[in-house]
T-cell receptor, first 114, second 112 residues
Framework: EAQVTQNPRYLITVTGKKLTVTCSQNMNHEYMSWYRQDPGLGLRQIYYSMNVEVTDKGDVPEGYKVSRKEKRNFPLILESPSPNQTSLYFC?????????????FGEGSRLTVL | DQQVKQNSPSLSVQEGRISILNCDYTNSMFDYFLWYKKYPAEGPTFLISISSIKDKNEDGRFTVFLNKSAKHLSLHIVPSQPGDSAVYFCAASPEGTDKLIFGTGTRLQVFP
């Protein structure tokens, strides 16, 4: 079964405590990305990766880091989380056999930063 | 600056009737448009798309219409079913890019 798996699904943390949200996909997709969903703002792209070792900033990259050392994994790192990073985060992948825009999303990770 | 706008945060429709969800965009460079559906506690799932060379695309009960001159697209669901109750996001991609710009979403509720 095609899957995009995120962990943790829910997390409450405190300001400044580094955390990592993992994302793993089993579809052999080259393209992976991270989005955050906030009320009234929709989905906004944080970072994306076209392939292993290739990453680039999306629309709201401040305060986040990513790495792409393997094709299947694309972790999102918050080095020093702040309350404005409280949000619902989604990892997504897309096959590149033509431009479809059809993203496969994970189930989301709800993060609260106190 | 919100380039893709869904001005109706919510919509309530009776089962069996038509649901019309609207989306407006400001960037004339957008040439590919998509709709995603999202249930609570799940990630968005792709629903239907349309290229700017078309003005209509149909898939079962779902039809997307594109009016390029008005920079407007809409999603029609006919007939609406309770299982269609979800948040719907429209998204647009600028020509020559793989980037997707999402709207803010519309919550559709289909009641019996």
């Amino acid at each position: 079964e095609a899957q995009v798996t995120q962990n943790p699904r829910y997390l409450i943390t405190v300001t400044g405590k580094k955390l990592t949200v993992t994302c793993s996909q089993n579809m052999n997709h080259e393209y992976m990305s991270w989005y955050r969903q906030d009320p009234g703002l929709g989905l906004r792209q944080i970072y994306y990766s076209m392939n292993v070792e290739v990453t680039d900033k999306g629309d709201v990259p401040e305060g986040y880091k990513v790495s792409r050392k393997e094709k299947r994994n694309f972790p999102l790192i918050l080095e020093s989380p702040s309350p404005n990073q409280t949000s619902l985060y989604f990892c997504a992948t897309e096959g590149r056999e033509g431009r479809t825009g059809e993203l496969f999303f994970g189930e989301g990770s709800r993060l609260t930063v106190l | 600056d919100q380039q893709v706008k869904q001005n109706s945060p919510s919509l309530s429709v009776q089962e069996g009737r038509i649901s019309i969800l609207n989306c407006d965009y400001t960037n004339s460079m957008f040439d590919y448009f998509l709709w995603y559906k999202k249930y609570p506690a799940e990630g968005p799932t792709f629903l239907i798309s349309i290229s700017s060379i078309k003005d209509k695309n149909e898939d079962g009960r779902f039809t997307v219409f594109l009016n390029k001159s008005a920079k407007h697209l809409s999603l029609h669901i006919v007939p609406s079913q309770p299982g269609d109750s979800a948040v719907y996001f429209c998204a647009a991609s600028p020509e020559g890019t793989d980037k997707l710009i999402f709207g803010t979403g519309t919550r559709l509720q289909v009641f019996p």
